[in-house]
């Protein structure tokens, strides 16, 4: 079983950048993918990134591609979502997610999920 722990959220405006952290428990981090969702008020859970367990493989959805880079320390204990160039679009409680076997977009297929961070930028 692994706890998650994000912060890094805040207010910024358009086009700032912030960096979330996600820091897991245990000592098995290395043997989970890792992910980062949102969910925006009144919508559904949406994924925005994943890696791999070693790190060697990375994924996005369209919406933040070039803009969005997911990274992880396994030293650390720590996944990262740096988000350069924010849009109000971006607005969201952005939650991080593990599991030992998926990279898949559907939350459903996510084991571990840590409280979320809330994260607004305004235009």
């Known amino acids: 079983q692994v706890q998650l722990v994000e912060s890094g959220g805040g207010l910024v405006q358009a086009g700032d950048s912030l960096r979330l952290s996600c820091a897991a428990s245990?000592?098995?981090?290395?043997?989970?993918?890792m992910a980062w969702f949102r969910q925006a008020p009144g919508k559904k859970r949406e994924f925005v990134a994943a890696?791999?367990?070693?790190?060697?493989?990375?994924y996005y959805t369209d919406s933040v591609k070039g803009r969005f880079t997911i990274s992880r320390d396994n030293a650390k204990n720590t996944v990262y979502l740096q988000m350069n160039n924010l849009k109000p679009e971006d607005t969201a409680v952005y939650y991080c997610?593990?599991?030992?076997?998926?990279?898949?977009?559907?939350?459903?297929?996510?084991?571990?999920w840590g409280q979320g961070t809330q994260v607004t930028v305004s235009s």
């Open positions: 997610a593990a599991d030992p076997a998926t990279v898949a977009t559907m939350p459903a297929s996510w084991d571990y």
């Open positions: 245990g000592r098995t981090f290395s043997s989970y993918n």
């Open positions: 890696i791999n367990r070693s790190g060697s493989g990375t």
